[in-house]
């Protein structure tokens, strides 16, 4: 029988390719709204890419800069996490999101969570 060692990361039902185009959007429409309410595996998965972003737009250089736009893809949300977002932040050492519990969804009894930023 094979053990689950050295495995990180969920795979939501999906192949690398489809769960990282939902990783990107996901990503984009955190930035673009600044909360977002989804699963429970999906917000825990996302909140710490959401965290590494916030912490590169801390520190505006170049590089920064770039990794952050491979990851948004979007000149105008790169701006936003740059020159918006990550400000805000800049007295803080890490903890940017918090996640709340919502009880389960309608349809399937999913557990969902709410992803926000701590200071809004």
């Known amino acids: ?9 969920r795979y939501l039902g999906r192949n690398s390719g489809e769960r990282r185009a939902l990783y990107r959007n996901m990503l984009v429409s955190f930035v673009e709204h600044e909360h977002m309410t989804t699963t429970e595996a ?10 590494r972003l916030v912490t590169l737009g801390r520190e505006d250089n170049q590089h920064n800069r770039a990794l952050v736009m491979a990851a948004l893809n979007s000149k105008l949300l790169t701006a936003k996490l740059f020159e918006l977002i990550a400000p805000r932040f800049a007295g ?27 200071e809004l």
């Not at 029988?1 to 990361?9: E, L, P, V, Y």
């Not at 999101?97 to 009894?109: E, N």
Request: hydrophobic share 40%; charged share 30%; glycine share 10%.
């Open 1 to 9: 029988m094979a053990t689950k060692h050295r495995i990180a990361g």
């Open 42 to 51: 999906k917000a825990k998965e996302i909140k710490s890419m959401v965290e």
């Open 92 to 118: 803080r050492a890490g903890g940017y999101t918090r996640l709340y519990h919502l009880g389960p969804r309608f349809g399937d009894a999913a557990p969902m969570m709410r992803l926000e930023f701590v």
